[in-house]
């Protein structure tokens, strides 16, 4: 079971799967993708919630970059795959599966918890605290609110918590870890030969004739895809914001009308030592948390240098008292509010009483206040900024409209509009369908260019908007139909096509003789050196070879088997030995257990979720994803 787990793991659809699921989203922009254009296609329903353009193509993005940062060699064209595109949004179909059975069974995560996770996140470290700063702009960057941020990591918490509950499921008879422990941890000696069909390519000739035939017999798989030539303009927010000017009394207007926002602004650095005891705790056991919470807290008094020493000894908050009780910086509100309220009334270096939230018993010490504490002159400059940006949205709303009436009435050209709005006319090369990546990464603006009205008559499509305050109007000025491409063009392909095919035949040929009379002492074949190798550790060997050396008898040695490995050739495989190493090493033992474990934990997960779908209402698109494949 073991074993089919890992190889499911490996597979790219788990591992898509997997992604959506258990990694959060929040730090690639949500908010960014609910506000793009193509709310309105469903691309698939869950319960009756529908999981639209904007959502799959937000995870498409982010899976992709997941993999792609994970350094391996990865083809391109997997992402075009249909296979791709099924697992993510099988992905996202199990996400909001969960989501729902969480809402129904009551999981909770305390605003206590979410705020120490975010503290702890080190996306948001610097010098190994928490930064405020890099908090905020990594949170502008993404175009994210604090609120839609904290309601999707409180949600992958939640997930979370049903994995964990899954995992306290487990158990694991010793007998059965001793074995399967063993059967894991042997190793067999192997050798190899290979018939490498690259190299067998150059004994291939193929004829003219043959490669004409295959051309004409072969025809749909020689199209070029219908293209276009287009010219648009981009009316963009960026320039119309240059052109905003606020004056002085308005920029003091807003400050007065918004001061308690701006005096939110100061942060805090700060320690904690945390006596933990729940709210609902017997009374004797809260007592007993306080009397010690003071008692430690006249250790502090009568020592203050040694809080460092004193909360990494005593503190009940992990995660902070390794750190010598330090929380790193924080703005007002993040903290429950007893905790808030103590901290932001303290002066630098002072040392609280004891502090009561629903967690226990905190002592509180202040290292630094950070920020000008809201003053008009610290928040002038991002006051400004604020106005100019609200004065630029709304020109850019009424200005938008007048932009999409007049390409929609003068749609025969793009001249009249960029004269208006001084906006260059600018022009694509060739592009298909398939180029959107190309031009904007806007499905709703490539099947505008595509239409009917596009092609045939060149008028201008709609004012779209590609990305939020950014609009583009697009006209085809040339269009090609989708034809054959000329066998000249395709010939080197066919050719080195053909080549490969022939040599693919050769090894195999060649491969199975050599197995076949390897007594002959008339045949010599090329052994690689012996390789001990296990089923986590293949020395260098591919993972097809291994998991061949693993399939094959080992009654009697040595023992020969060869197999197709793909399109790489035809390999012999020999294994010389089968030993059982003696592991008394209880660290890796434990190691073992803790990895068995979790493959358990992984099957009860997979059956968890098929049960939450056979229950569920599931619908998919699927004339998008056969319109997007023909694409």
Not at 76 to 82: H, R, V
């Amino acid at each position: 079971m073991l074993e089919k787990f890992r190889s499911y793991a490996q597979t790219k659809a788990a591992k898509i799967i997997l992604a959506l699921i258990l990694v959060p989203f929040a730090l690639f922009g949500i908010d960014s993708y609910l506000n793009q254009a193509g709310n309105n296609l469903s691309i698939a329903k869950v319960n009756g919630y529908k999981i639209a353009l904007p959502e799959y193509n937000r995870a498409i993005e982010n899976v992709r970059n997941r993999i792609m940062s994970e350094g391996k060699k990865v083809d391109p064209a997997m992402f075009d795959s249909f296979e791709f595109k099924e697992s993510v949004i099988d992905g996202l179909i199990t996400k909001q599966l969960l989501n729902n059975d969480i809402k129904k069974s009551q999981f909770r995560i305390t605003d206590q918890q979410l705020s120490q996770y975010i503290i702890g996140m080190p996306e948001f470290q610097k010098d190994g605290k928490f930064s405020q700063e890099i908090y905020d702009k990594v949170l502008q960057n993404n175009q994210l609110t604090p609120k839609k941020f904290e309601e999707s990591i409180r949600n992958d918490l939640l997930i979370q918590q049903v994995r964990d509950g899954l995992q306290k499921l487990t158990f694991i008879p010793p007998n059965n870890l001793a074995e399967t422990l063993k059967a894991t941890s042997q190793q067999r000696e192997i050798s190899i030969a290979e018939f490498k069909t690259k190299e067998y390519m150059t004994k291939a000739n193929i004829a003219e004739k043959d490669m004409q035939a295959f051309y004409d017999q072969n025809k749909s798989k020689f199209l070029a895809p219908e293209q276009v030539k287009a010219e648009f303009v981009v009316f963009s927010l960026a320039n119309i914001l240059p052109t905003i000017n606020v004056t002085e009394d308005e920029i003091k207007s807003f400050y007065k009308a918004n001061a308690d926002k701006y005096q939110n602004q100061q942060q805090r650095e700060a320690s904690h030592i945390l006596i933990a005891a729940s709210k609902n705790a017997p009374p004797a056991e809260k007592a007993k948390a306080k009397a010690k919470a003071e008692d430690v807290l006249n250790q502090v008094r009568k020592n203050p240098k040694q809080f460092e020493e004193l909360a990494t000894k005593y503190s009940q908050d992990p995660e902070s008292a390794k750190k010598g009780g330090d929380l790193g910086s924080f703005s007002r509100g993040m903290m429950v509010k007893p905790f808030d309220d103590a901290v932001f009334s303290m002066k630098v270096n002072e040392i609280s009483n004891i502090v009561e939230s629903d967690f226990g018993y905190h002592i509180i010490k202040l290292t630094k206040i950070i920020g000008e504490g809201g003053g008009f002159d610290a928040m002038r400059p991002q006051i400004k900024a604020e106005l100019i940006y609200q004065k630029g949205q709304e020109k850019f709303a009424a200005l938008a409209e007048e932009f999409s009436n007049k390409v929609y009435e003068q749609s025969s050209s793009l001249d009249a509009v960029s004269k208006r709005f001084n906006l260059p006319i600018q022009k694509t090369d060739w592009i298909s369908r398939k180029d959107s990546d190309k031009f904007f990464k806007n499905e709703a603006l490539m099947s505008a260019l595509y239409s009917k009205e596009s092609i045939k008559d060149h008028r201008n499509t709609e004012a779209i908007e590609v990305t939020p305050n950014n609009l583009i109007s697009a006209r085809v000025v040339d269009y090609k139909a989708q034809s054959t491409k000329p066998f000249a063009d395709v010939r080197k392909n066919i050719e080195d096509y053909l080549k490969f095919e022939s040599a693919k035949k050769m090894v195999a040929s060649e491969g199975e003789a050599a197995l076949k009379f390897l007594t002959d002492a008339s045949r010599k074949i090329d052994w690689q050196p012996a390789t001990l190798v296990d089923r986590k550790n293949t020395k260098g060997l591919s993972d097809a070879v291994v998991n061949h050396a693993y399939k094959m008898p080992t009654d009697k040695l040595p023992s020969y088997s060869g197999f197709i490995d793909g399109n790489n050739g035809y390999v012999i495989v020999k294994v010389n030995k089968v030993s059982f190493p003696n592991d008394s090493n209880e660290e890796n033992k434990q190691a073992f257990a803790s990895d068995y474990s979790e493959a358990l934990s992984a099957e009860y997960l997979s059956a968890y979720l098929k049960g939450l779908k056979a229950k569920a209402s599931v619908s998919v698109n699927q004339n998008f994803f056969e319109t997007s494949q023909k694409n």
